[in-house]
């Protein structure tokens, strides 16, 4: 058990790069969304919503608004991982971000392990994009987009790196 | 492969007891470190920085300030994930936070898959606890304390809770 779930945190990486016409099947979205809320969260507030796409029209709306998304054309499959302002915790409701955060990596981490490829396309808090993306997905005011997750069937073209960095290692104290 | 990757996501939950006086070797702290430093990052800055710590000395002073974590005297060990800011994005430097909690998020991976427990603490940016944590794990000014990872054995009382929702799932738009 702890080799693959290691290797496939290891082995994971950013694609960016889809088989083109060949989406995601529907319960294959379902189950990245289920790896997404088993996520822990600040007082298990779960404060997330996820919409998942597999409209190519939506999808290709998507992909003129987002700088970083146009392979979205290729796969018209998607996850947008949203913080829910009315389900975070009142005393410190940043933790929305670190939360949904926690919720994207399972889903990139599962999607990995399904054989599908995967990248994080950041949204908030990007001004430049946010509220473009707000308005495609009609969110209600109460919800902000935190990213796009572009899914797909991987064309071949990304490995992953190694990035263990002793230096940023420290022992105790800094 | 997909079935464990899957099982460990599902299964994963925060662990609070742990076996008095049972730390987690070193070996096992670095591959934790590791399995965070594998996380995907907003353009690849891989803006963050690991405390680990074993010190009894060290966990007990950490267990004394922060309200959640006094378990931490248990098991003296964990993982404080940070922020760097001399890293982080030069546009949005806020993307270390999405950043360091895709870190935190493997590392709890990970160490459900090596048989331990783990619990994420939150220091940022709760303004009671995170000056505190500074201070006693020494960081520079451009170090940022996200949270305290505390990580043992676990005592065995906390189970997995099933969180799908299927009402926080949306198609296409919301």
Redesign the interface.
Known sequence: ??N???N???Q?R?VRHFVPGKRVPREQL??L???G????S?C?R?P????????PE?AAELAAIHPHAAFLRDSSSAIAVCG?LDRALTE?P??W???C??A???I???A????LGA??C?VH??SAIEPKIRA?????ER?IP??LIVLGYPAGQEQP?D???PE???????
């Open positions: 058990m702890e693959q779930v290691l496939n945190i290891r994971r950013s379902i189950e969304v289920k790896a809320m088993a996520a822990p600040a298990n779960q997330w919503a996820f919409i998942a796409i597999d409209d939506v829910d410190i940043d933790y971000l670190q939360d955060s926690a994207t990596e399972n990139l981490l599962a990995e392990a399904l054989g990248v994080w950041g808090p990007n495609a997905l009609k969110l209600p919800i935190l990213n790196k990035k263990f960095d940023r290692l420290h022992w105790q104290r800094w």
